[in-house]
């Protein structure tokens, strides 16, 4: 037995010796991939992500001179995989891209492995069968945990727009119940309240209703249906892009000319609200992409920034990605709202929030050879006091669709904010599309 550890942890130092040899062999096999399409757009960190922490954890189990050690270890590659799998969530990936991203990594771990028998102390047939056991485990487990956490923040994702559905049919029951028991009684279809509020408005318009009262209502039901069809309009984008029915159309742009004309076009719910809206960025930045999503995305956070900042106001920056390596840019929504605490934002603000920090706290004592990384994105002074509005107002439909839509054009999208601090949203989009 004594034997047999020895010979695995040799087995684990030269693991431990070819590890930067694993890691460019990795990530060479997945760009060659063609069905991984977002890994060519991360950063060095961004993409190894939790995959040194996985490692230093499989190298343990190598030496583990008791059940004990291994389990422990096992247990903690566990953690790394699936905090990994969330990541991979926030970066855009879909579930098959993580999965292929595990069988890429299991391939060079047995390459490596059939290298050093053929090449190094040849091990006992025990030690070999051994090893190839603890790396076909690896993997499996990896793969399990990884996905566990990617389909759990799918879920958070669906939860968070229940939520707001059934938030949304309680909003208009309230408005009813200060009117008529028909209304109380009409059908919970969301299209056949649209239907009754809109024939509503127009009773009360050729009604006998006191001046100031009929103009209250006609304001109460004109805002619902607004808001109504704003929100029946989100959810059919939305489903329409879990579908896979939308498709991306790049051409070359100039995104600066893109987003001056979007907060110019915002501009007055800026002033309504009393807040600043100013910009940031390069005279001219042309990049590949599809101009609709792109405004679409910029257009959703602006937004709720500018609706949920009570004094301040927001600065939107957009720039070329600085960090060795990469080829993307880069467009920041910054506001100087009360920042989000936990239980106060929709389900998938609250994922997009744990994964950036997530993200940030591993990525700088994980990468080897210090390969510099993206920094944490800037985030301004709160200057408002006010919590945000409980009420529904879209930003969490609205937010599922700025995420699929960032997965659509191979975009990565963090949050950052904390009490006392304002909030930043970051979207890292390619510089170029390869196939288009």
């Given at each position: 037995?004594d ?26 096999r ?113 793969v ?11 879920r ?91 498709r ?41 992409g ?21 004094a ?6 957009w ?50 050879g ?67």
């Amino acid at each position: 037995m004594d034997n047999l550890i020895v010979e695995m942890t040799a087995i684990a130092e030269r693991l431990a010796a070819r590890r930067n040899s694993i890691l460019v062999n990795w990530r060479r096999r997945v760009q060659e991939d063609a069905a991984l399409e977002h890994a060519s757009h991360l950063s060095l960190g961004q993409f190894y992500d939790h995959i040194p922490t996985l490692l230093d954890e499989l190298e343990r189990e190598f030496g583990a001179a008791n059940a004990s050690a291994k389990s422990e270890a096992v247990e903690e590659e566990k953690r790394s995989a699936a905090e990994h799998g969330i990541i991979r969530w926030q970066q855009g990936y879909n579930l098959v891209e993580v999965m292929r991203e595990w069988r890429h990594l299991h391939l060079c771990l047995i390459e490596e492995l059939e290298l050093g028998f053929e090449t190094g102390t040849q091990p006992s047939r025990a030690a070999q069968a051994g090893a190839v056991h603890i790396i076909s485990r690896f993997f499996a487990d990896g793969v399990c945990e990884s996905s566990e956490q990617y389909s759990s923040m799918r879920r958070t994702e669906a939860a968070g727009r229940a939520q707001y559905v059934e938030a949304a049919i309680g909003r208009l029951n309230d408005g009813e119940r200060a009117r008529a028991d028909s209304w109380r009684e009409a059908a919970h279809d969301l299209r056949g309240r649209l239907g009754v509020v809109k024939s509503a408005a127009d009773l009360l318009a050729r009604g006998g209703l006191p001046e100031e009262d009929r103009a209250q209502s006609l304001r109460m039901l004109h805002n619902s249906v607004d808001w109504m069809s704003a929100f029946l309009n989100d959810l059919m984008e939305l489903s329409r892009l879990e579908a896979g029915h939308e498709r991306r159309l790049i051409t070359r742009l100039d995104v600066t000319r893109l987003l001056k004309d979007l907060c110019n076009g915002m501009r007055p719910m800026a002033n309504e609200r009393r807040l600043f809206l100013t910009v940031e960025g390069p005279p001219e930045l042309f990049v590949e992409g599809d101009e609709i999503k792109i405004h679409r995305i910029a257009q959703n956070l602006l937004g709720n920034a500018l609706r949920y900042t009570e004094a301040g106001g927001v600065k939107v920056v957009w720039e070329l990605d600085q960090t060795l390596g990469t080829d993307r840019w880069t467009l920041c929504v910054q506001d100087t709202g009360p920042g989000l605490r936990h239980g106060t934002v929709t389900p998938i603000a609250d994922a997009l929030k744990g994964a950036t920090d997530l993200d940030h706290e591993t990525v700088d004592q994980q990468l080897v050879g210090h390969i510099p990384d993206t920094p944490a994105a800037a985030t301004l002074h709160s200057q408002s006091h006010a919590e945000p509005n409980n009420g529904p107002s879209g930003e969490g439909v609205g937010l599922a669709i700025v995420k699929r839509l960032c997965e659509l054009l191979e975009a990565s999208i963090e949050l950052q904010t904390a009490p006392g601090k304002g909030t930043t949203f970051r979207v890292m989009f390619p510089l170029r599309y390869d196939g288009r």
